[in-house]
């Protein structure tokens, strides 16, 4: 499957209250949801209505703003949970039950044989009450499952013939990219159902566990803005966009409205109270900066030498960074351009051996170099003549 036919589950609003930080009100919710459907994600997951009476009311209000994006809600495989979960006016509904032994053995205390019916009963009920609606099942903790039990699981539920989606879920973070592709691969050989992706990053896979997913022919991906979610979280919507682009910058661009992506950042991040981490996918503040003088000239010559992902794309400007010692004359011949100074290219050079060495002794600021080449900007205009650059050098110091 060429890697566009994918959609994205955007969790936010589901594993995102999952964050220690989360505590959306009901118009944070309204808001998140409407950027994250002006962004141009196909679906919108929403916390189980049973959680709590206002995620009951505002899993209903969304429902019924009519946004572009289809609204989901996620429930325990339970029958109670199903019926609140119907009237809330979803268009699908992400039904999940645990199958590991940890969780079989400390959380819910079911064997594979009663999940199995448990799940046959929920699934047909949800199915019978409203065929309309998108149905997936997942099971949780399906890394740390054994295949036997898990694949017995999946094919019981396949047998059901109401469910449109199987989930697998990367709870603990535990999967690599390898495992990811064969499990994938192997429910996508043996069901013909679309198959979703969810992946926790405790070790910081989660990106590459997602992209393995969908080369292995998953449908399917959740993320979540910055990637909250129950502790350091899943797969953020910026990173999956990111490893997308890369590959097929197009259909990204085509798909989501890139511009908005980092207000969709800020926004979430003002209402988690968090900064954007400085080194996020796309929208932290040194994604697009270059240091070293040597990138800053390829850079300056074509910005494909040192990035991948346009930051033009996501309505973002890249950075040269030249207050340092590792800057290059390139990069300081393009900052007094900018400054509107002209220096030839052995002041440019002397002047740049200039801010290494001040560098060597004091951390500078932007504002130190600008000061210095007004200075000796300055210094050679003023002299009238073409003083050599060891007098500038003197001149200034
Ligand atoms: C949870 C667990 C879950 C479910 C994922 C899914 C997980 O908090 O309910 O339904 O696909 O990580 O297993 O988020
Ligand atoms: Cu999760």
Same mark, same amino acid.
């Given at each position: 499957?060429?890697?566009?036919?994918?959609?994205?589950?955007?969790?936010?609003?589901?594993?995102?209250?999952?964050?220690?930080?989360?505590?959306?009100?009901?118009?944070?919710?309204?808001?998140?949801?409407?950027?994250?459907?002006?962004?141009?994600?196909? *679906?919108?997951?929403?916390?189980?209505?049973?959680?709590?009476?206002?995620?009951?009311?505002?899993?209903?209000?969304?429902?019924?703003?009519?946004?572009?994006?289809?609204?989901?809600?996620?429930?325990?495989?339970?029958?109670?949970?199903?019926?609140?979960?119907?009237?809330?006016?979803?268009?699908?509904?992400?039904?999940?039950?645990?199958?590991?032994?940890?969780?079989?053995?400390?959380?819910?205390?079911?064997?594979?044989?009663?999940?199995?019916?448990?799940?046959?009963?929920?699934?047909?009920?949800?199915?019978?009450?409203?065929?309309?609606?998108?149905?997936?099942?997942?099971?949780?903790?399906?890394?740390?499952?054994?295949?036997?039990?898990?694949?017995?699981?999946?094919?019981?539920?396949?047998?059901?013939?109401?469910?449109?989606?199987?989930?697998?879920?990367?709870?603990?973070?535990?999967?690599?990219?390898?495992?990811?592709?064969?499990?994938?691969?192997?429910?996508?050989?043996?069901?013909?159902?679309?198959?979703?992706?969810?992946?926790?990053?405790?070790?910081?896979?989660?990106?590459?566990?997602?992209?393995?997913?969908?080369?292995?022919?998953?449908?399917?991906?959740?993320?979540?803005?910055?990637?909250?979610?129950?502790?350091?979280?899943?797969?953020?919507?910026?990173?999956?966009?990111?490893?997308?682009?890369?590959?097929?910058?197009?259909?990204?661009?085509?798909?989501?409205?890139?511009?908005?992506?980092?207000?969709?950042?800020?926004?979430?991040?003002?209402?988690?109270?968090?900064?954007?981490?400085?080194?996020? *996918?796309?929208?932290?503040?040194?994604?697009?900066?270059?240091?070293?003088?040597?990138?800053?000239?390829?850079?300056?010559?074509?910005?494909?030498? *040192?990035?991948?992902?346009?930051?033009?794309?996501?309505?973002?400007?890249?950075?040269?960074?030249?207050?340092?010692?590792?800057?290059?004359?390139?990069?300081?011949?393009?900052?007094?351009?900018?400054?509107?100074?002209?220096?030839?290219?052995?002041?440019?050079?002397?002047?740049?051996?200039?801010?290494?060495?001040?560098?060597?002794?004091?951390?500078?600021?932007?504002?130190?170099?600008?000061?210095?080449?007004?200075?000796?900007?300055?210094?050679?205009?003023?002299?009238?003549?073409?003083?050599?650059?060891?007098?500038?050098?003197?001149?200034?110091?």
């Amino acid at each position: 499957m060429p890697l566009t036919d994918f959609s994205i589950i955007e969790s936010t609003l589901r594993e995102g209250e999952q964050f220690v930080g989360a505590e959306f009100t009901s118009q944070d919710k309204v808001e998140i949801a409407g950027a994250l459907a002006d962004f141009g994600v196909e *679906y919108i997951e929403l916390t189980s209505p049973c959680a709590s009476p206002s995620s009951r009311t505002d899993c209903a209000r969304i429902a019924s703003l009519s946004l572009a994006s289809k609204i989901l809600t996620h429930i325990r495989c339970h029958m109670e949970d199903a019926r609140i979960a119907l009237d809330t006016g979803a268009d699908g509904i992400d039904v999940v039950i645990g199958t590991s032994s940890y969780l079989r053995e400390f959380s819910h205390g079911k064997s594979i044989d009663q999940v199995i019916e448990v799940a046959s009963e929920v699934l047909t009920f949800i199915h019978s009450q409203a065929p309309e609606i998108e149905l997936r099942f997942s099971t949780e903790d399906s890394f740390r499952s054994a295949q036997a039990d898990l694949l017995r699981v999946y094919l019981a539920v396949g047998e059901l013939e109401v469910v449109d989606r199987l989930g697998v879920a990367d709870t603990v973070g535990v999967a690599t990219p390898h495992g990811v592709f064969n499990l994938v691969r192997t429910l996508r050989q043996l069901t013909q159902s679309d198959i979703e992706f969810h992946g926790h990053n405790d070790t910081g896979c989660a990106i590459a566990n997602s992209y393995a997913a969908l080369e292995a022919g998953a449908t399917h991906i959740d993320t979540t803005v910055l990637g909250i979610g129950e502790r350091n979280g899943i797969t953020s919507l910026e990173g999956l966009i990111a490893r997308l682009y890369a590959t097929n910058p197009d259909s990204v661009r085509t798909k989501y409205r890139l511009h908005q992506l980092h207000d969709l950042n800020q926004l979430v991040a003002d209402k988690v109270e968090i900064e954007i981490p400085f080194n996020h *996918y796309i929208t932290g503040v040194t994604a697009f900066t270059h240091k070293a003088g040597i990138h800053a000239k390829a850079i300056l010559n074509n910005p494909e030498t *040192y990035e991948i992902l346009d930051p033009a794309d996501f309505g973002l400007t890249r950075y040269i960074s030249i207050a340092h010692k590792l800057t290059g004359w390139n990069a300081v011949q393009d900052r007094a351009a900018q400054l509107g100074l002209e220096l030839d290219p052995a002041n440019l050079r002397a002047v740049t051996r200039h801010i290494k060495a001040m560098a060597d002794h004091k951390r500078l600021t932007l504002s130190d170099v600008d000061e210095l080449l007004h200075q000796w900007a300055d210094a050679v205009n003023g002299s009238g003549e073409e003083a050599s650059t060891a007098t500038q050098e003197a001149r200034v110091a």
